[in-house]
């Protein structure tokens, strides 16, 4: 695998974290996170299953991707690889009743070239302002592309996935989390994985990764940063860091 990988953290309302790639061979296993994904893919062209549906992001067009929703990725073309630039921005970015209509369609015409800007911007010296302003324009296109599609989440699922959240470096099993949900541990695996598409533990090592993406963007290093966020030791970390995010937590670090 053939790998070129830059990330950072600006100091930028709304942004969580800037990250370019080139990747050749490498497949992202399903996961999550717990911002927006901004897409922009300026090599090759990049499949993925967004909520266990086939989607496919096109060279040069940007591509939505909502909070807590379970997605993959790899290149559409075997043997070939891509390269893009990924904007991780807050949840409260957009409306909640956004997600729905981001799985059913995530490709957003007309915001190629916004997103560009926000890249130019971002990748020099933070203008919060002219960020703030270009986060404002982008958000009024995809609102604009809207349909009003909502989404709706399981009660249990839901739930438990707040329980989740708050438990992300210290752990929480499901046999806890049905004694304090009233429910039984097999009852809340099925119905998060029908809901969020994606399994219980898997959901979890995915908030993790998020986790120890921040702290290594902060400048800890890897070994603390895999206790801090709740993995059992550094080999943990990076297998499942590089598993996710397609290189280890030491080169992720370097590219800051």
């Given amino acids: 695998m053939v790998e070129r990988v830059r990330a950072w953290a600006p100091d930028v309302p709304l942004v969580r974290e800037v990250f370019h790639a080139t990747m050749t061979g490498h497949a992202y296993p399903a996961h999550t996170h717990d911002t927006w994904t ?17 989607r496919t992001s ?14 993959d990725g790899r290149s559409a073309r075997d043997g070939l690889g891509f390269r893009k630039r990924v904007l991780y921005l807050e949840a409260d970015w957009l409306p909640p009743t956004m997600t729905g209509r981001a799985v059913d369609q995530p490709v957003v015409p007309r915001a190629r070239g916004l997103v560009e800007e926000l890249h130019a911007v971002l990748d020099g010296p933070a203008d919060a302002w002219q960020s703030e302003s270009l986060l404002l324009g982008l958000r009024d296109v995809v609102l604009r592309h809207d349909a009003g599609a909502d ?37 809340l695996a099925r119905t998060f ?64």
């Avoid at 096109?58 to 997605?71: C, D, E, F, T, Y």
């Avoid at 989440?153 to 009233?182: F, I, K, N, Q, Y």
């Avoid at 809901?195 to 898997?202: E, N, S």
């Fill in 38 to 54: 901004v897409l922009l893919v300026d090599e090759g062209c990049v499949t993925y299953d967004l909520d266990r549906h086939p």
């Fill in 58 to 71: 096109p060279q040069r067009r940007v591509s939505l991707l909502p909070p807590h929703v379970a997605h």
């Fill in 151 to 187: 989404a709706s989440d399981a009660p249990s699922a839901g739930a438990l996935r707040d329980l989740l959240d708050a438990h992300v470096t210290d752990g929480l099993s499901l046999e806890e989390a049905g004694r304090l949900l009233g429910r039984s541990p097999a009852h």
């Fill in 193 to 256: 994985t029908q809901t969020y598409g994606i399994a219980p533990h898997r959901y979890l090592v995915g908030r993790r990764v998020d986790t120890a993406r921040r702290l290594l963007l902060r400048g800890t290093s890897v070994a603390e940063t895999a206790v801090e966020a709740g993995f059992w030791d550094q080999a943990h970390l990076t297998r499942h860091f590089r598993r996710t995010v397609g290189t280890t937590p030491a080169r992720f670090a370097s590219g800051r």
